[in-house]
């Protein structure tokens, strides 16, 4: 079957560094999505792998290895904002959209 | 308006109620989506909509019923909804590829967070 394993929750201190990490196993892939999501609020777009890889945007990363299907998002700098749940999405080969269960971020001063 | 709309933001309703959602995408995307969002569990994808055509039905019950006019509202009717029913409902929009489908990332709107008593 089709599945996505996220940590549930992880606690970090402002201004440090968190590495959000994702295990993804489909039918078939086309990318990586990452989503921020903020209490009561709609989840919106981080970013996109669908190469191995880093990409940078900002102060957050996004890292993809096809062959360990695994993917991590990395948040430097951390400010109180950035608590929120973060949602790991796989695409399949149908371009299907296999959703984490996401990752809820407490940041503390 | 801007982005993805959705009315209303809050429902309660009874079991034998029937009420519809709204959805409207201001952003010229060829496809549209209901999810599911419970506490603690990943997104359920209840319906997709490509160029105003459904092209997936992932085991709704029939108390949910969608309804796409044109490319840029979609409304999902409920009726006899039962207490596992209440959750956030999630509509987003993509724009897709000549196959019409998700090849992009998804635009959310707030949602409408529906309690069934």
């Known amino acids: 079957g089709q599945n996505i394993d996220q940590p549930t929750e992880m606690t970090a201190t402002e201004g440090a560094i968190v590495q959000i990490n994702c295990t993804y196993q489909?039918?078939?892939?086309?990318?990586l999505f990452w989503y921020q999501q903020h209490a009561g609020e709609a989840p919106t777009f981080l970013s996109y792998n669908v190469l191995d890889g880093l990409e940078e945007k900002g102060r957050f990363s996004s890292f993809l290895s096809r062959s360990k299907g695994y993917s991590y998002l990395l948040l430097k700098e951390l400010q109180m904002k950035d608590s929120a749940s973060y949602l790991c999405a796989a695409s399949d080969s149908n371009y299907q959209l296999i959703w984490g269960a996401g990752t809820k971020l407490i940041i503390k001063p | 308006e801007t982005g993805v709309t959705q009315t209303p933001r809050h429902l309660v309703m009874g079991m034998t109620n029937k009420k519809s959602l709204k959805c409207e995408q201001h952003?010229?995307?060829?496809?549209m989506y209901w999810y599911k969002q419970s506490a603690k569990k990943p997104l359920e994808l209840m319906f997709v909509?490509?160029?105003?055509?459904?092209?997936e039905n992932n085991s709704v019950p029939s108390r949910f019923s969608p309804e796409c006019p044109n490319s840029s509202h979609l409304f999902l009717h409920l009726h006899t909804l039962q207490p596992e029913d209440s959750a956030l409902y999630l509509c987003a929009s993509s724009q897709g590829g000549s196959g019409g489908y998700a090849y992009n990332e998804q635009f959310f709107g707030p949602g409408t967070r529906l309690t069934v008593l």
């Open positions: 489909t039918s078939g892939f086309n990318g």
């Open positions: 909509y490509s160029l105003e055509e459904r092209v």
């Open positions: 952003l010229g995307h060829n496809a």
